[in-house]
């Protein structure tokens, strides 16, 4: 698979204006990113720019915290596919999983990937690494896969750190070859990008999309 479409060109700050939505869609036309992951009130801004191409929409859930009720997640991702959305990245309820509370972890996943799939959609659980021990990652991973997502994700980027590729291999060791790993956080160069591909990763959320890409390309 070629680089571009290992890539979410992502623009999730509370800052970001209609114009910033329109270049962000425009860098993703031109480079054929895989999606452009934003904020759901810009979903159907970028459904417009982005008519007549396959890059698909991708958007947050529960996000920045997790911390919401699995009912208002379960609204947001109705609301979101409603409005355009073809991928919904939620954050899990990390508050629940480091008080071993497993059942209300499993729901809350169980329950948005039960109204992604009902339309078609793709569900990705953002775990915010940075938060968990090593096991918690690992518990965290079995969840999700056991509740039915497609993809696990590293980090929202709005919390103490990134993505790390010890902990993009540990979650690809432990989910497998049946789900996705999003590496997603802090990557900002081509070999930063490359690192988390060989550790398992199969897309990206970065920020830093046009600048990687033309990193690939000066080296053509």
Do not use: W
């Amino acid at each position: 698979m070629k680089l571009n479409k290992y890539i979410d060109h992502t623009l999730l700050k509370a800052d970001a204006t209609q114009e910033s939505i329109k270049e962000l869609c425009r860098q993703a036309k031109e480079y054929d990113f895989m999606s452009v992951c934003i904020n759901s009130s810009n979903i159907e801004l970028a459904k417009e720019e982005l008519k007549g191409t396959d890059v698909k929409i991708c958007t947050v859930i529960g996000f920045p915290l997790g911390a919401t009720t699995t009912e208002s997640k379960v609204f947001e991702t109705t609301d979101a596919i409603e409005k355009g959305a073809d991928e919904v990245d939620m954050v899990l309820n990390i508050g629940a999983l480091k008080s071993k509370n497993f059942d209300i972890v499993l729901r809350d996943i169980s329950e948005v990937a039960k109204v992604a799939h009902n339309k078609g959609k793709i569900l990705k659980v953002i775990l915010e690494t940075c938060l968990l021990e090593k096991d918690e990652i690992i518990k965290a991973c079995q969840l999700s896969k056991e509740a039915g997502a497609d993809f696990v994700k590293t980090s929202t980027g709005f919390s103490t750190g990134g993505a790390k590729e010890e902990d993009v291999a540990l979650m690809r060791k432990t989910v497998g070859d049946q789900m996705g790993v999003k590496a997603s956080g802090g990557i900002r160069t081509l070999e930063k990008a490359r690192l988390m591909i060989e550790n398992g990763a199969t897309r990206l959320g970065v920020s830093a999309g046009v600048q990687i890409m033309e990193e690939l390309e000066s080296e053509n």
